[in-house]
Nanobody
């Protein structure tokens, strides 16, 4: 069992940066893989990035590769998504997800989401 709360979203201009945080209940955070997903109005939920439980491996969607960085600090029970060079097409609600096994749309736990809006 883990609870996730995202924060850090906001309204920015193209080219700006944001860092999203995913604060988790501390009990077993280090055993969960963490993923970031996003969903824009009228579109399917989209994979953004994932990081393994130990932080040893990361994977990114092609659309954010080179601009976004996922990280975690298990001692702080927090995962992050550093978003640089933001584009209007990055506008979406961003969700943090956690699962002990696979990471995808069927991940076991989700946060409430945080809105990121990028103006042109």
């Amino acid at each position: 069992q883990v609870q996730l709360v995202e924060s850090g979203g906001g309204l920015v201009q193209a080219g700006d940066s944001l860092r999203l945080s995913c604060a988790a209940s501390g009990r077993t955070f280090s055993t969960y893989h963490i993923g970031w997903f996003r969903q824009a109005p009228g579109k399917e939920r989209e994979f953004v990035a994932t990081i393994t439980s130990s932080g040893g491996s990361t994977f990114y969607a092609d659309s954010v590769q080179g601009r976004f960085t996922i990280s975690r600090d298990n001692a702080k029970n927090t995962a992050y998504l550093q978003m640089n060079s933001l584009k209007p097409e990055d506008t979406a609600v961003y969700y943090c997800a956690a699962d002990t096994m696979s990471m995808g749309p069927a991940a076991g736990y989700w946060g409430q989401g945080t809105q990121v809006t990028v103006s042109s």
